[in-house]
T-cell receptor, first 113, second 112 residues
Framework: DAGVTQSPTHLIKTRGQQVTLRCSPISGHKSVSWYQQVLGQGPQFIFQYYEKEERGRGNFPDRFSARQFPNYSSELNVNALLLGDSALYLC????????????FGSGTRLTVV | GQQLNQSPQSMFIQEGEDVSMNCTSSSIFNTWLWYKQEPGEGPVLLIALYKAGELTSNGRLTAQFGITRKDSFLNISASIPSDVGIYFCAGQLAGANSKLTFGKGITLSVRP
C-alpha cells in the first residue's frame, strides 16, 4: 500500500515568490495535517483538515493557506516567501479521531534564497 | 509555538546497552506518541499511549504514559546500530483531529 506521498521532494524558491506543496494521504484516510520542521527542531503544526474542512490552524501568518480536495488530497500554499520559511514541510494523514496515529510523508524540503 | 521538553539533545551509547528517554510538558495531554525520524524521511510512529499509567511495548521498545498526564518515557533495550536516529515525543489533546505538539527530539548514536 502506498504511504503518504508528497511532491515535490525538494524545491528552491526566491524570496517573495509563492509556492504550492502537495500531499496525497493514505487511501481511506480523511484527515490531513501539515507541519513545518525547521532544522534541529520538532515539527510545528500548521493546519489540519478533515472531510475537506479546516479543523485547526497553528500560529502561522496568513501567508500560509491550505485546502483539501474531494479525494482528500491537500495543498499547502505559502505566499511572499521569506528566508525563514526554509524548512521541511511534512504532511500527515489519519483516519481521524483521537485513537488513530498520524502517518507522515517524507516531506518537501523548501529552500528560500 | 509550544514544544515539549526533551533532553539531552544528543545521546551516545554502546551497542547492546539500554537507553531511556524522558519527555515532559507543562500541560496535560490525553495521548502520548513516540516517533523516530531518520535522515530524509518523515517521523515514523513507534508507540502510541492512550491512557494515564499505560505501559506499552513494541519489540525492544517500551513506553509509559505518566500518571500526571504531563510526561512520558521511552526505553530501548539491547540497542543495535539501526536504532540510530532522532526520537521525538508528541502529545495530543482530547477531541477528534487535534494537533500534535512535538518535543525538539533526541539524537541517538549507537557505537558498534
Amino acid at each position: 500500500d502506498a504511504g503518504v506521498t508528497q511532491s515535490p521532494t525538494h524545491l528552491i524558491k526566491t524570496r517573495g515568490q509563492q509556492v504550492t506543496l502537495r500531499c496525497s494521504p493514505i487511501s481511506g484516510h480523511k484527515s490531513v495535517s501539515w507541519y513545518q520542521q525547521v532544522l534541529g527542531q520538532g515539527p510545528q503544526f500548521i493546519f489540519q483538515y478533515y472531510e475537506k474542512e479546516e479543523r485547526g490552524r497553528g500560529n502561522f501568518p496568513d501567508r500560509f493557506s491550505a485546502r483539501q480536495f474531494p479525494n482528500y488530497s491537500s495543498e499547502l500554499n505559502v505566499n511572499a516567501l521569506l528566508l525563514g520559511d526554509s524548512a521541511l514541510y511534512l504532511c500527515a494523514s489519519s483516519f481521524g479521531g483521537l485513537n488513530y496515529g498520524y502517518t507522515f510523508g517524507s516531506g518537501t524540503r523548501l529552500t528560500v534564497v | 509555538g509550544q514544544q515539549l521538553n526533551q533532553s539531552p539533545q544528543s545521546m551516545f551509547i554502546q551497542e547492546g546497552e539500554d537507553v531511556s528517554m524522558n519527555c515532559t510538558s507543562s500541560s496535560i495531554f490525553n495521548t502520548w506518541l513516540w516517533y523516530k525520524q531518520e535522515p530524509g524521511e518523515g517521523p515514523v510512529l513507534l508507540i502510541a499511549l492512550y491512557k494515564a499509567g499505560e505501559l506499552t511495548s513494541n519489540g525492544r521498545l517500551t513506553a509509559q504514559f505518566g500518571i500526571t498526564r504531563k510526561d512520558s518515557f521511552l526505553n530501548i533495550s539491547a540497542s543495535i546500530p539501526s536504532d540510530v536516529g532522532i526520537y521525538f515525543c508528541a502529545g495530543q489533546l482530547a477531541g477528534a483531529n487535534s494537533k500534535l505538539t512535538f518535543g525538539k527530539g533526541i539524537t541517538l548514536s549507537v557505537r558498534p
